[in-house]
C-alpha cells in the first residue's frame, strides 16, 4: 500500500496504536466534535463566494477573516425560513449521531479485518519495531554487555 492510497480526508487519530492505546489505557481519540446547523448550512450550499465577498468588503484578512465570515454566515442562516433552518438543524443532528455511531464502532468494536486495514497494521507493527529496536538494543548492552546485538 502507498502512501497516496489512504484516504487524504483522514486524520490518523483512529489509527491502530490510538484505539489500542483506548482500550488499555482509556486515553486515546476523543470523540468527534459535533457540528452547528450553521455549519451544515454552510458546507451543503454554494454560497462561499458571497459569503467570501461580503467578508472581502468588510476588511477581512488573514487574522479576523474566519471570525468575520462565521458572523456573515450566521446572519445569513437566521435570515432563512424557519422550516429551512428546522431542516438543516436535524440535517446536523443526524450527522452528528451518525459521525458518533462511527467513534463508537472504531473504538469499541472489534479491529477492522479488511485487507486495506490489515496493511496499516502492518505498517504499524514494522514502524513500532523500527522504533522500539534501538531502545531495547540499548537497554540489552547496557545490562549484559557480552552479548553485544549491535
Do not use: C
Request: no cysteine.
Amino acid at each position: 500500500m502507498k502512501d497516496q492510497d489512504l484516504d487524504p480526508t483522514e486524520s490518523g487519530a483512529l489509527n491502530a496504536f490510538r484505539v489500542l492505546l483506548l482500550r488499555q489505557t482509556g486515553v486515546g481519540p476523543s470523540k468527534p466534535r459535533h457540528r452547528t446547523p450553521i455549519e451544515v448550512w454552510r458546507k451543503l450550499t454554494a454560497n462561499r463566494e458571497a459569503i467570501a465577498k461580503l467578508a472581502k468588503e468588510q476588511g477581512a484578512n488573514k487574522q479576523t477573516g474566519a471570525k468575520i465570515r462565521a458572523n456573515i454566515a450566521k446572519t445569513m442562516f437566521e435570515a432563512l425560513d424557519e422550516a429551512t433552518q428546522t431542516e438543516f438543524a436535524a440535517l446536523a443532528d443526524q450527522e452528528n449521531r451518525e459521525a458518533d455511531e462511527n467513534w463508537k464502532k472504531n473504538t469499541s468494536g472489534p479491529f477492522p479485518t479488511t485487507p486495506i486495514d490489515r496493511q496499516k497494521y502492518v505498517f504499524f507493527g514494522i514502524t513500532l519495531i523500527h522504533l522500539t529496536y534501538p531502545t531495547f538494543t540499548g537497554l540489552l548492552n547496557a545490562s549484559a554487555p557480552s552479548l553485544n546485538h549491535s
